[in-house]
């Protein structure tokens, strides 16, 4: 007999939209453009979370508490600290950035291709993919380590049994 996914409820619809509505809005508020991805990111995790069942639950859950952690703690930079957001984000997006461009022009076929990579246009995809990887790192980890501590936690508990 097969198991029945897991129906999306009126309730978990409600605060999907929610959700959506709150992080589009601290976007707007808060950020510039390059953290738009991690955003979506995470709505598809949230989405994730709520059709999973069992382990894979848990990595989602861990997975959406580590990248708004990560996001959390990147607001309260903004907020708190007297640093602009270009100077706080030039302190890890400069040299990453750089290196990112250097190497694409780098392994560029042609000289078409070259001159494409060096576009403003080419260039802010570059940032978007340079500032998205931490906090996709952080949420990847921050799911495997959810599930690798729920399972160590079982295996203590299964000792303890026995």
């Given at each position: 007999?097969?198991?029945?996914?897991?129906?999306?409820?009126?309730?978990?619809?409600?605060?999907?939209?929610?959700?959506?509505?709150?992080?589009?809005?601290?976007?707007?508020?808060?950020?510039?453009?390059?953290?738009?991805?991690?955003?979506?990111?995470?709505q598809?995790?949230?989405?994730?979370?709520?059709?999973?069942?069992?382990?894979?639950?848990?990595?989602?859950?861990?997975?959406?508490?580590s990248?708004?952690?990560?996001?959390?703690?990147?607001?309260?930079?903004y907020?708190?600290?007297?640093?602009?957001?270009?100077?706080?984000?030039?302190?890890?997006?400069?040299?990453?950035?750089?290196?990112?461009?250097?190497?694409?022009?780098?392994?560029?076929?042609?000289?078409?291709?070259?001159?494409?990579?060096?576009?403003?246009?080419?260039?802010?995809?570059?940032?978007?993919?340079?500032?998205?990887?931490?906090?996709?790192?952080?949420?990847?980890?921050?799911?495997?380590?959810?599930?690798?501590?729920?399972?160590?936690?079982?295996?203590?508990?299964?000792?303890?049994?026995?």
């Amino acid at each position: 007999m097969s198991e029945k996914p897991p129906q999306l409820t009126i309730a978990r619809q409600m605060l999907l939209v929610v959700v959506i509505a709150v992080d589009v809005a601290l976007l707007r508020f808060f950020f510039a453009s390059r953290v738009l991805l991690i955003f979506f990111t995470l709505q598809v995790g949230l989405l994730c979370w709520l059709r999973a069942r069992g382990t894979l639950r848990l990595f989602w859950i861990g997975f959406e508490v580590s990248g708004l952690a990560f996001m959390a703690a990147l607001a309260c930079f903004y907020l708190l600290a007297h640093l602009s957001s270009d100077r706080l984000l030039a302190l890890y997006w400069k040299p990453v950035f750089y290196f990112a461009l250097e190497t694409l022009v780098r392994w560029a076929p042609d000289p078409e291709t070259r001159r494409r990579i060096l576009t403003r246009e080419c260039q802010t995809v570059i940032l978007e993919v340079v500032c998205f990887v931490p906090p996709l790192l952080a949420s990847l980890m921050g799911g495997g380590l959810t599930v690798a501590f729920a399972r160590s936690m079982a295996g203590l508990r299964q000792r303890g049994r026995g």
